[in-house]
């Protein structure tokens, strides 16, 4: 694994689970190497069956979830999201109750990873629901991100020029890149689903959306 040679990982963890086939972490680091390999079928067998033993892993479901938006399936996909929101409502988990986001995908643009986060609610007056962060090829820090946000301010001005109704939310899909320059490439007058957005995002990411307008944070 540390050497980035995950099929052979992956035929060895397969080796450690033939004597211990109930063991959690050798399931969920075997399906870690399975995903890195792309072998996204061998990923969710192994992650299932951590699932079955220990129902309340709710890092299992967040890997079941990437594992299945790689593989195309999105109604497992969907309701392992459903799974993970219900645990995190119920307050079971103190861990899992004190988060604001998990990772719910991974993916590469032109050779460039994507690290996706969804955050769990919408709060604040920079409220997000999506970080989509592209990382440096340097090194395995960020490099810039898209976000797909709803903010107080730039819904209180859709409302009062009548863009949406009162008691609705305008959504946008912004970027922030170094250097403080900030650039807005789309609104929603509803929140988007998650296909939605990714696919905008990748549009953006692929060069083939152009900024609506551009600003640049001046200290």
């Not at 211990?20 to 192994?46: C, E, H, M, R, V």
């Not at 392992?80 to 119920?90: G, I, P, S, V, Y």
């Not at 090194?139 to 946000?149: A, M, N, P, Q, T």
């Not at 490439?185 to 692929?206: G, H």
Request: aromatic letters at 12%.
């Amino acid at each position: 694994m540390e050497q980035r040679q995950y099929a052979q990982a992956l035929t060895r963890y397969k080796e450690a689970l033939a004597e211990n086939p109930d063991a959690t972490s050798i399931l969920y680091n075997g399906g870690l190497a399975a995903y890195l390999a792309k072998d996204f079928a061998s990923a969710i067998q192994l992650w299932k069956r951590a699932e079955e033993i220990d129902r309340n892993d709710w890092r299992v479901r967040t890997k079941l979830i990437q594992a299945y938006q790689a593989s195309g399936s999105t109604a497992a996909r969907d309701a392992e999201r459903t799974a993970l929101f219900d645990m995190r409502k119920k307050g079971g988990d103190g861990e899992l109750t004190a988060l604001d986001f998990y990772c719910r995908d991974q993916f590469e643009v032109r050779g460039r990873q994507v690290l996706v986060f969804e955050h769990f609610e919408l709060k604040g007056k920079f409220a997000q629901r999506y970080r989509f962060v592209v990382i440096k090829e340097t090194d395995d820090s960020e490099d810039f991100r898209l976000s797909l946000g709803s903010y107080e301010k730039t819904t209180a001005i859709a409302i009062e020029t009548g863009a949406i109704k009162k008691g609705e939310r305008l959504y946008h899909l912004d970027g922030y890149y170094p250097g403080g320059e900030h650039r807005t490439f789309a609104f929603f007058n509803s929140e988007p689903s998650y296909d939605e957005s990714r696919k905008a995002a990748v549009e953006v990411l692929e060069g083939r959306t152009r900024a609506l307008s551009s600003s640049k944070m001046t200290r």
